[in-house]
């Protein structure tokens, strides 16, 4: 399968897949981040959107919000969710706008999709590009040398007469550039389960060697991963919030 296969032929389980996740805290502290350190605009780009739920509350924030991703069943149900939003087709690691916007967001660690190190180069380059003066690139990323290969997470929800599992893990061989997000979902109908697995190649990388990256485009600010408070990076844990301002 290749690395999108699984999110094409389930997009329709993507949000169940995704239930357990607290949109309404990291749209809110997106917002929040903008406001501390952004231009104060209220254009809006989301990439790697997905289905959309994130610019469904950063609409209700007033802002003026558009998405962009690369998997057209993902994008039809993004603009059922949010029809007064603009959707584009398109990779994060090139993409160009007419307008440019105040504030880009990338959740769910969808930033490691770049793949490697030149396409995450290739993917910050663009943000810079497609940002206002003073605007802000809010995503959440994952320390390759945090990263502890027997730790998975795992959820269950119903839906109608189906019970579906979700599981995923991060792997990392220990060296370069390339980590693996496995994932694994399980739908039981009749007490008879199937069972889907699919590894997406992502990009790993050092928080040293991602300031090292923004360092020449933004004003780089790291905090906790805790979306309900604002709390500085304390150089301990392997997931962070990066608030990067446009220079």
Known sequence: MSDNALYTDLSGYYDLMCADIN???????????H?????????????????????????????????LDINLPMLSLAKL??????????????????DPFDLITCFLY????????????????SVHQALNTGGVFCFNSVDKDHIDNQLAAKHSVKQ????????????????????TLKLSIEKTHNNVTERWVDEHNM?????????????????????????DKIQPWGGQTGNAIFVCVKK
Not at 43 to 66: K, N, V
Not at 110 to 117: A, C, L, P, Q, V
Not at 162 to 167: A, E, I, Y
Request: glycine share 10%; hydrophobic share 30%.
């Open 203 to 227: 990009v790993a990388t050092s928080f040293v060697t991602l300031q090292g990256l923004l360092a020449p485009l933004f004003d780089v600010h790291l905090f906790e991963h805790e979306h």
């Open 110 to 125: 969808s930033i490691h999709y770049s793949g490697d190190t030149a396409q995450l180069q290739s993917c910050l380059n």
């Open 81 to 98: 969710r949010c029809p007064n939003s603009e959707f584009s087709l398109g990779n994060m690691c090139d993409f160009s706008v007419d």
């Open 23 to 33: 949109y309404p805290a990291q749209s809110h502290s997106a917002h929040r981040f």
């Open 160 to 179: 109608g007469q189906d019970l579906f599992s979700f599981g995923s893990s991060w792997h990392y061989s220990g060296e370069g550039d390339k980590q």
């Open 35 to 67: 406001q501390l350190f952004g231009n104060q605009g209220k254009r809006h780009l989301d990439l790697a959107c997905g289905t959309g739920p994130h610019i469904e509350y950063l609409q209700q924030e007033g802002y003026l919000c558009s998405g």
